[in-house]
């Protein structure tokens, strides 16, 4: 069957939000099962294989009793055909773009007054424009075209933003050039340990994350050497003599 595409607009339908839950879940899948004439088989048996196959909660006795409701309430018309059940939208034909309408199932007898009569919710539905069929051939070069479309934009940035783990060669070089405190190899064993994450982030720019790692190196050295100048009965008899003063 062609792709069918139902738009937002039966969200507020007022003769679809009159359907019970299960009558519109039935009505939405009929849709997907009609040929280009807007008919399909109405046998609920035949239905439930196709538009209900893994909801074993769902008999056959309801579909059928939900088919009725949904002819009752004009948002399709049954038919019989050699015996055979059948439904149909009747204005399918005049609201749908369809290239080929190829006939699947049989024509109900008088169709042009029975489209007349039972035909208001197909025309409220296509004219709010809730259904609209393609060919497949037309909605796969559409989703096809679209897609060429995407990845053309998107593969440069991809090119332009994949990102590359230096050699160690290259970070000794770049250390050197900025005479940085960085290991280069334990810059290196460090991010590769880490898959070449910056947090959760998945690194853009190492020359960037090394002078990152180059600042923390300097402001290590500069605490230890803040350390290591401290002397703690200097501190304390300051602590002292200021306690003093203020007494």
Same mark, same amino acid.
């Given at each position: 069957m062609p792709n069918r595409i139902i738009k937002?607009?039966?969200?507020?339908?007022?003769?679809?939000?009159?359907?019970?839950?299960?009558e519109f879940r039935l009505w939405i899948g009929l849709i997907t099962q009609v040929d280009d004439m807007g008919r399909g088989?109405?046998?609920?048996?035949?239905?439930?294989?196709?538009?209900?196959?893994?909801r074993e909660r769902v008999t056959t006795k309801d579909i059928d009793a939900a088919l009725h409701a949904?002819?009752?309430k004009g948002c399709i018309s049954l038919y019989t055909v050699g015996g055979k059940p059948y439904f149909w939208f009747p204005s399918w034909a005049e609201h749908q773009r369809v290239r080929d309408c190829r006939a699947k199932y049989p024509a109900p007898?008088?169709?042009?007054?029975f489209a007349a009569s039972c035909g208001e919710?197909?025309?409220? +539905? !296509?004219?709010?424009?809730?259904? @609209?069929? %393609?060919?497949?051939s037309e909605s796969e070069s559409e989703s096809e075209s679209e897609?060429?479309?995407?990845?053309?934009?998107?593969?440069?940035?991809?090119?332009?933003?994949?990102?590359?783990?230096?050699?160690?060669?290259?970070?000794?070089?770049?250390?050197?050039?900025?005479?940085?405190?960085v290991d280069p190899q334990e810059f290196i064993d460090f991010y590769a340990s880490k898959?070449?994450?910056?947090?959760?982030?998945?690194?853009?720019?190492?020359?960037?994350?090394?002078?990152?790692?180059?600042?923390?190196?300097?402001?290590?050295k500069t605490q230890k050497n803040e350390s290591s100048s401290f002397d703690s009965d200097?501190?304390?008899? +300051? !602590?002292?003599?200021?306690?003093? @003063?203020? %007494?």
């Open positions: 937002e607009s039966i969200c507020d339908n007022e003769k679809i939000a009159g359907l019970s839950d299960f088989d109405a046998r609920p048996a035949i239905i439930k294989g196709r538009v209900f196959p893994l949904l002819a009752a007898a008088g169709s042009d007054q919710l197909p025309r409220v +539905a !296509a004219s709010c424009g809730e259904l @609209r069929p %393609e060919s497949e897609g060429e479309k995407v990845r053309a934009k998107r593969e440069p940035d991809a090119r332009a933003k994949r990102f590359t783990p230096p050699t160690l060669a290259e970070v000794q070089s770049y250390v050197a050039e900025r005479h940085s405190p898959g070449w994450m910056v947090g959760k982030t998945p690194m853009k720019d190492w020359k960037a994350a090394c002078r990152n790692a180059e600042k923390w190196e300097r402001w290590e200097e501190f304390f008899q +300051a !602590a002292v003599t200021k306690g003093r @003063r203020e %007494e």
